[in-house]
């Protein structure tokens, strides 16, 4: 094969046509999971909305990564480098929530998604820090104890 030979594929490499469609069905499924994020982050799901939360992001940026960012024509090392990135953001974020998982339940902190046993009382007047002392009325100023 002669250099021109070389040069003439390369140069068709280079300037295939691309149809828009593809970007049109990833952009309708990112407004779709952007939509599906609000709503489900609506919900309060309790224990299930951080796994579905990045189960979606990782939806989403995979989408990106792979059809905007041309991925999916890349060969050898740019996947390469995508994947080990992925994979150490996972074990960053695996670490992350495994630590506060698994933390003392006292020093998580309160209306954390995860590793309470109890819910947030963050209205005021529910908390035990805003109720009354035992035999304090409320609305009553803290004193000396009667006599």
């Not at 740019?78 to 953001?89: A, D, E, K, Y």
């Amino acid at each position: 094969m002669s250099s021109e030979d070389t040069i003439r594929k390369a140069h068709e490499e280079e300037h295939k046509s691309h149809s828009a469609l593809p970007y049109f069905i990833v952009w309708a499924l990112l407004a779709f999971f952007t939509a599906l994020t609000y709503v489900t982050g609506r919900m309060h799901l309790g224990t299930w909305a951080l796994p579905l939360a990045l189960t979606i992001a990782i939806t989403k940026s995979m989408l990106v990564v792979l059809f905007f960012m041309h991925l999916y024509e890349q060969k050898g090392a740019n996947r390469l480098v995508i994947l080990t990135s992925f994979i150490f953001v996972a074990l960053i974020i695996t670490l992350t929530v495994s630590d506060v998982a698994t933390r003392f339940h006292l020093a998580t902190p309160a209306g954390a998604p995860f590793g309470t046993d109890l819910p947030a009382q963050v209205e005021e007047g529910t908390a035990p820090e805003h109720l009354p002392a035992p035999g304090q009325r409320v609305g009553e100023p803290p004193g000396p104890e009667p006599r």
